[in-house]
């Protein structure tokens, strides 16, 4: 469908000054208050240039990355004229959009670019892929509607080829709606007027896009389990197919078989081959296993064998790692890792940045924090209601990272001991859609140990229910169904917060005690602040001070897991955000408060 017969064709007068010709620059960052390092180097020509599903690899592929035409009207407006340029991969609302605008649910982000496939792409399947766009997005491929997308953190694709012109030169048309916190889907921190613990919305594609070729039948994803009791690696591939009869060409209709290679340090283990779409059980001898302490992985090469061609090949990895509950010998349920226990401790990890709002400015801007808490000490983080793009997991994987995942968060609170909220059918609907998603698309990561659905009462419902679809959905991790306040005895662990002062729960048998969050030390620091007004949960006077109640709060947390049987421990949080001021880093990442030397020794003094 054309996107000119899709949309009504009026335009109300206060979006008329949004909706002419563009006349200015190129781009330029938008002015801002703080740019990280990283930010102030941007290259517009190819931001975030790396590949962007680092667990199933291709060779060949092109980054629509870059430059592209916008415009901002009502949404109930035909598609404008541009108005200017806008760097993706990052939001309207950033600086280095080079817009930095706010949007409203009454408007529409139109984007559009050209762009020319290489000759040998000819006859090929071609599939363009968003890491995410947040919230509804529409496509069309010269003029032709492509795909319907809603949701703000989930990778969705789209196989365009029956809609390319026979041009050389191809359009992208993408349209952008967003209610932000005036709809009740998961959002995470975003808000319309952001303000103490609420932050600068993101709408928009805020994660990189591009395209790939395949044959008529290609890997669509893959599900590995590792089993380190048994010493086995079960991979799943699973196979899409060229559907419809235009452009597409004749493809053996017998079942495609998939061949998966491991290999460990450039040894190769074992090969297996067997039906596509079924579980391919691989032996691994002596298995490395992962840990935070020692990241192994080992690589996968992969191979789609259908009609008796290779149809495609792409390469992954996995690694060896058990999550679970277990009893130690001072009679506490506690936390496993490899059937082991170890004091899982890591900040509060937001995933906001001064220029860029959601999207860090660039890869190595991201990989950056990781490598500095690993520096300070932590061997695990709580990513807090927002999901990162692929390519974080793949650092905290390969860094040696363990990583709580939170769902966003949306809807209502629950305040007390109040029962869980009730849902409209289509509110529920996009929520289990969502949730499903980020287990599905981050499922192979090994760095990934657990995952948290609700944070403090907040959209909490059928708690039980969503606990139980979760643990089935995967039963190799462990499920936190509150992160804090409203506890409904369900999911493998009991976790609270507590402002400022670490504590903990009272043990249980069935299941671990953990500090969710604790902490949240406020100490500004001139020149690095986003607004002259700032917070923290308590305020310190100078890094001297910080560093003094640091070491005092983490004197009591080792207590706590040494006498009380606690698990976990959660610090608020890695960086300033906003008008908190309560981060180990400055919001800019060009200060580090209290020296990453001098946070390790206070975590742990006898390193």
Avoid at 271 to 297: Q, V
Avoid at 327 to 347: C, E, H, K, S, Y
Wanted: overall charge negative; aromatic content about 12%; hydrophobic content about 35%.
């Amino acid at each position: 469908m054309n996107y000119k017969v899709l949309l009504a064709v009026s335009v109300t007068a206060v979006f008329m000054t949004y909706c002419t010709g563009y006349n200015g620059p190129e781009w330029q960052p938008a002015e801002n208050t703080l740019f990280t390092v990283w930010g102030e180097k941007i290259d517009p020509s190819g931001p975030w240039n790396e590949y962007p599903r680092p667990g199933l690899v291709r060779k060949e592929w092109m980054s629509l990355n870059g430059l592209w035409d916008y415009a901002i009207c009502g949404k109930d407006t035909s598609r404008p004229a541009p108005e200017g340029k806008i760097l993706v991969p990052y939001p309207v609302e950033s600086a280095l959009s080079g817009v930095k605008r706010r949007m409203t649910d009454s408007l529409a982000l139109w984007y559009s670019r050209n762009f020319r496939l290489p000759t040998d792409w000819a006859g090929k399947q071609i599939t363009l892929n968003f890491e995410a766009s947040d919230w509804e997005t529409t496509v069309w491929i010269d003029d032709n509607f492509a795909v319907n997308h809603r949701g703000g953190y989930d990778p969705f694709s789209c196989n365009i080829t029956p809609y390319l012109s026979d041009s050389r030169k191809h359009s992208i048309v993408v349209r952008v709606t967003d209610p932000t916190d005036k709809g009740r889907q998961p959002r995470g921190k975003q808000v319309s007027e952001p303000e103490g613990i609420w932050y600068t919305p993101s709408t928009g594609i805020w994660q990189s896009v591009w395209l790939e070729p395949t044959g008529s039948s290609w890997i669509g994803d893959l599900k590995i389990i590792p089993d380190v009791d048994n010493s086995t690696l079960t991979v799943k591939v699973n196979e899409e197919r060229c559907q419809g009869p235009d452009g597409c060409p004749p493809v053996d209709m017998a079942s495609s078989l998939a061949e998966v290679t491991v290999s460990f340090d450039g040894a190769m283990i074992a090969t297996i081959s067997g039906e596509a779409g079924k579980p391919l059980i691989i032996g691994i001898p002596d298995p490395h296993l992962w840990s935070p302490d020692d990241p192994n992985l080992y690589d996968l090469k992969i191979r789609l064998i259908t009609g008796g061609n290779v149809t495609d090949e792409a390469s992954s990895y996995a690694g060896m790692r058990k999550i679970s509950l277990g009893v130690t010998a001072d009679g506490f349920t506690r936390l496993m890792l490899n059937n082991g226990f170890i004091w899982q401790n890591g900040p509060l990890d937001q995933g906001f940045w001064p220029d860029g709002i959601y999207t860090p400015p660039s890869d190595e801007a991201m990989k950056s924090d990781i490598e500095t808490l690993k520096k300070m000490g932590f061997n695990m983080m709580r990513k807090h209601v927002k999901v990162e793009n692929r390519r974080f997991y793949y650092h905290t994987d390969r860094i040696g990272m363990l990583v709580w995942q939170d769902m966003p968060s949306g809807d209502d609170y629950i305040w007390g001991d109040k029962p869980d909220i009730v849902k409209s059918a289509a509110d529920s609907t996009q929520f289990m859609t969502e949730l499903t998603r980020m287990i599905e698309t981050k499922f192979n990561y090994p760095s990934i140990i657990m995952w948290v659905i609700y944070n403090e009462g907040w959209g909490q419902y059928n708690t039980p229910g969503i606990t139980k679809y979760v643990a089935a959905c995967d039963p190799s991790r462990l499920v936190n169904s509150a992160s804090g306040w409203t506890d409904r005895g369900t999911g493998n662990v009991r976790d609270v917060h507590n402002y400022p002062d670490p504590v903990a729960p009272a043990a249980e048998k069935a299941r671990a005690t953990v500090l969710g969050e604790f902490g949240g030390l406020g100490l500004p620091v001139q020149g690095h602040t986003w607004e002259q007004k700032n917070w923290g949960y308590q305020k310190m006077s100078d890094s001297t001070d910080l560093f003094i109640r640091y070491s005092q709060f983490y004197s009591v947390v080792r207590n706590l897991v040494a006498t009380k049987g606690l698990s976990a421990s959660v610090y608020t949080q890695t960086t300033d955000v906003e008008t908190e001021t309560n981060g180990l880093l400055t919001y800019d990442r060009k200060v580090d408060k209290m020296g990453y030397d001098n946070v390790r020794k206070a975590m742990n003094p006898g390193k």
